[in-house]
């Protein structure tokens, strides 16, 4: 546990950096500290590791507080990782992510040996143990950071913007490693970002901060969207903050129709009678093929014949509300194929049945309403500091729909 008891952060020409910051990091979760430029996140986190010092208040490790603790010891106990890895040049990898574990005194081979472990865990081929940062791409080279700041095992992780200087793709696949390693290991970590969508996608709980030091609001991720404490948060969550909501909603209230499902080796005249402008094509085994138009089927043959359109895809069961959407969006047919965790089509979900689904949750209208600025969900705004309760699928479970091309 992480505990900001009134921290504030001032500078000698009289700039606050921080105000009177109170909050808790709880054990094992993820809590991302996330604003605009200036509000404080960043020095918020490096006061924890005593890179920056506090000018009032007190910052608790486990009820210690930190100005307490020779701030080398202090740091040998937690993992850094910041932006562009910070390697150092001159080191091969595999010494990179030894560096803290050969401080703390292990010999030679064990720290190696543990090194080894780690660049394996995240991701990386073991092959790149003996090559030097430069010879690694940018994302590498972030695993990499990732792997030297969990090498002493430390309980305490703080990760400052660390993947904002990577390309969109490479930045998704840190995200879900991350969040990977995180379900094995149960780090507590403190994540500085300035994106929002990133925030929401990592984190158990959410800091918005504003200009000054000020801490805004402090939620779970579905609360957070559900209920801006102000409008400074509402301004900074931005106008499509429903759309991210749905990542929190279950799937499980869309209605699926099987029927809609047809075997590739149907002929086209029984594809015609189900009275269906599109259905969707799937293999011998149920896996989706593509979507046909009925009104462009062969007159005679089977469904194989047929020109497919591209297809999206969501796990029924498992993803989000958000995941069946963007499905949807990504199919020209305007409706969805539901898989099973083994990828086998269970159904198809029309606009229509999400249409309920999405009526159900923001009683509004649908689609076209939960892309706005809904605020159905009851109740008054969670101020800052509060705490709620996520329901629906696990953070994260916005995935993006899949598509072939027919």
Not at 60 to 74: E, F, R
Not at 129 to 139: E, H, K, N, T
Not at 163 to 182: G, H, K, N, Y
Not at 342 to 349: I, P, Y
């Amino acid at each position: 546990m992480i505990t900001f008891n009134g921290v504030t952060k001032r500078y000698a020409d009289g700039t606050v950096a921080v105000d009177n910051l109170s909050l808790e990091v709880p054990t094992g979760e993820i809590t991302v500290f996330v604003g605009p430029s200036g509000c404080g996140k960043t020095t918020s986190l490096r006061m924890i590791n005593r890179m920056i010092d506090a000018s009032e208040g007190q910052i608790l490790l486990d009820g210690v507080d930190v100005k307490t603790i020779d701030p080398p010891t202090l740091r040998r106990g937690i993992g850094y990782v910041i932006q562009q890895a910070g390697l150092f040049p001159h080191r091969k990898i595999v010494d990179n992510v030894a560096t803290v574990p050969v401080l703390l005194g292990w010999d030679k081979k064990k720290a190696r040996d543990r090194a080894m472990e780690l660049l394996e865990r995240v991701g990386l081929d073991l092959k790149m143990a003996d090559r030097y940062p430069f010879q690694l791409s940018g994302g590498q080279q972030q695993r990499v950071g990732v792997a030297r700041a969990l090498a002493a095992d430390p309980p305490v992780l703080l990760m400052d913007e660390p993947f904002s200087a990577v390309d969109p793709i490479v930045r998704t696949s840190l995200q879900e490693e991350l969040l990977r390693l995180q379900a094995e290991l149960n780090k507590t970590i403190v994540f500085v970002t300035h994106d929002i969508d990133e925030a929401v996608k990592l984190g158990d709980r959410v800091a918005v901060l504003r200009v000054g030091g000020h801490l805004a609001q402090l939620d779970d991720p579905a609360t957070l969207l559900a209920r801006p404490a102000d409008d400074f948060v509402r301004e900074f969550l931005g106008r499509d903050r429903g759309i991210r909501r749905l990542s929190f909603v279950s799937d499980e209230g869309v209605r699926l129709r099987t029927d809609l499902l047809v075997p590739v080796s149907a002929d086209t005249a029984s594809a015609r009678a189900i009275g269906e402008p599109w259905l969707a094509v799937v293999d011998e085994e149920k896996r989706p093929l593509g979507w046909a138009a009925v009104k462009d089927l062969p007159e005679s043959g089977t469904l194989a014949d047929a020109e497919l359109a591209p297809y999206g895809t969501f796990v029924s069961g498992r993803d989000s509300l958000r995941a069946a959407l963007d499905a949807t969006l990504l199919s020209p047919s305007g409706n969805a194929v539901a898989v099973d965790g083994a990828g086998r089509a269970v159904g198809a979900a029309t606009r229509e049945a999400l249409d309920e689904a999405l009526t159900k949750v923001t009683g509004s209208v649908g689609i076209a309403e939960s892309a706005g600025d809904a605020e159905s969900d009851g109740g008054p705004a969670r101020g800052a500091g509060s705490t709620g309760s996520t329901d629906g699928p696990a953070r994260g479970a916005d995935g993006v729909a899949g598509g072939v091309d027919g």
